[in-house]
């Protein structure tokens, strides 16, 4: 459980002072791209840290987009037999990423 500190821009946890978002602007979205693998970690962060502060409603977790991914020769890699290897689209792709999984 947090407590809240005395300075209104930290929370208070047993791991030390975190910040906190400031009121101003948690009625914005906050939208955070995370990716395949650690997409449930990064929520329950957030969770376990409340949301620092913030409306849990008010954040939107989404994994970014994944590609086939190719050697420098051009080729596919593959991550095993007939599994192709995907890797991250990269922040480029944030629009498609939001776009596909919100």
């Given at each position: 459980m947090l407590a809240?500190?005395?300075d209104a821009d930290t929370i208070e946890t047993d791991e030390g002072s975190k910040p906190k978002i400031p009121k101003e602007v948690q009625t914005c979205k906050m939208l955070i791209m995370t990716n395949h693998e650690t997409h449930r970690d990064i929520v329950n962060f957030f969770r376990d840290n409340e949301f620092f502060g913030g409306?849990?409603?008010q954040f939107v977790f989404f994994p970014q987009t994944m590609l086939p991914a190719f050697t420098t020769e051009g080729k596919i890699m593959m991550a095993g037999k007939g599994k192709i290897k995907l890797a991250p689209?990269?922040?480029g792709a944030f629009f498609d990423s939001l776009a596909k999984n919100t």
């Open positions: 809240h500190g005395m409306d849990e409603s689209n990269g922040n």
